[in-house]
């Protein structure tokens, strides 16, 4: 019976088996699609942020894209990181007030662990700024106001905080640059935020705030970590009003990476390894299956399959017994007992959320994907064994 309830639930467990930076692991991100946010959909296709999503994505190996048009429990139970704009396209679009319910859902998030990175802006560039902006914020407790134009945000202390000195990078400190801002506004109200950098090093101006675990938001004590940043252009890469790259101007890369690392700087308890290489298919490419999340009880996961043949058929496998039997001209790494048909989709690169159950103990569990491919050897190309640890 024990090992029948660990296979109703293998489908639920895949390892991670990319290289990472030192205690770091693949992240699940999550944004608005391309419907609610066309140009500035981090986890979708937003033609604003291609550089942001590629740095996310070679920063943080293995790391699942998932989106949504409404913020809901069940989507924010399947992610780590949040990521929210006002602004979602060059000056002239915003997005929509988040319902009563969504705003629910932002709170319980944050207090149940979860990391959100908000760039809201200043209060003039659309009519509805100050209610999409009050809906993002009253969440948390801030306000956001004022219109300042290519001003300097300047950290008068960079060395105290993992946002504004972490693995990606330690920003300039006042007076000089410390990061770039295109049209910003400047926080009113802080509630229990902690201001890190104000506009020109005016005090009374603060641009970039954290909320930290045992802070208090209206709804209850935190044990996740929320960034404010009052720019929503702070991560744009391009803009038909302005000749600048303005994720490349000094430290808003490393502002933008530290920020995503903080937030999902949690602690897991589980760990996995490569078991050995997959096949190559068309190109000489070898499809990588790879998990982001953290592989525990009650933990947000993702498979994230990279490098596979577009369109492609494939199963996705996975086993209490790990094995190496030749297969196709590779080595099958896994006794699948339950398996998963998909198709890759046009980039060859997919993520299928798969959140852990409470009542799961310790597991290990073998996986492997297979594809079908006539450019491989015997026309199927194969992921490389993952074997992942779960407790």
Do not use: K
């Not at 699609?33 to 994505?57: F, H, K, M, W, Y």
């Not at 407790?141 to 202390?157: C, H, Y």
């Not at 996705?316 to 339950?338: E, K, R, W």
Request: aromatic share 6%; glycine share 12%; net charge negative.
């Amino acid at each position: 019976m024990a090992r029948h309830s660990a296979i109703l639930l293998l489908l639920a467990i895949l390892a991670h088996a990319s290289a990472q930076l030192p205690g770091q692991r693949g992240l699940i991100v999550g944004s608005f699609d391309d419907i609610v946010a066309p140009d500035t959909s981090l986890c979708g296709n937003g033609i604003l942020v291609g550089e942001a999503r590629a740095a996310l994505q070679s920063s943080f190996p293995c790391s699942g894209l998932l989106t949504t048009q409404t913020l809901t429990p069940a989507f924010l139970d399947q992610i780590d990181v949040l990521v929210l704009t006002s602004s979602t396209g060059a000056f002239t679009t915003i997005a929509r007030s988040l319902s009563t319910a969504e705003q629910a859902a932002l709170a319980a998030f944050v207090i149940g662990g979860g990391g959100v990175l908000m760039m809201v802006d200043n209060d003039t560039f659309h009519p509805n700024a100050a209610l999409v902006h009050a809906s993002m914020l009253n969440p948390f407790g801030l306000s956001v106001t004022g219109t300042t134009l290519r001003i300097n945000a300047q950290v008068p202390a960079p060395q105290t905080h993992p946002v504004t000195d972490g693995p990606f990078g330690t920003l300039a400190a006042a007076p000089g640059l410390s990061f770039f801002l295109l049209v910003p506004g400047h926080f009113a109200q802080l509630g229990a935020a902690t201001a890190l950098a104000h506009l020109s090093g005016d005090p009374t101006r603060p641009c970039l705030a954290v909320l930290s675990p045992g802070d208090t938001i209206p709804a209850g004590t935190i044990q996740g970590r929320v960034v404010l940043i009052t720019d929503s252009a702070v991560h744009w890469d391009r803009d038909p009003h302005f000749p600048w790259n303005i994720f490349q101007q000094p430290d808003n890369r490393a502002l933008f990476l530290n920020s995503i690392a903080w937030l999902a700087s949690a602690p897991c308890t589980g760990s996995s390894s490569r078991t050995g290489p997959g096949l190559a298919g068309s190109g000489g490419l070898v499809p990588d299956l790879c998990l982001a999340g953290c592989p525990a009880p009650q933990g947000a996961i993702a498979y994230v399959i990279q490098n596979g043949r577009p369109g492609a058929l494939g199963v996705l496998a996975a086993g209490l017994t790990g094995v190496q039997i030749p297969l196709f001209g590779g080595t099958l790494y896994t006794l699948p007992d339950v398996w998963s048909l998909h198709v890759l989709p046009a980039s060859g690169r997919t993520t299928l959320p798969a959140p852990i159950p409470t009542s799961l103990g310790s597991l290990l569990v073998h996986c492997q994907g297979a594809y079908l491919d006539p450019g491989a050897a015997q026309g199927f190309s194969l992921t490389n064994g993952v074997a992942v640890s779960i407790r």
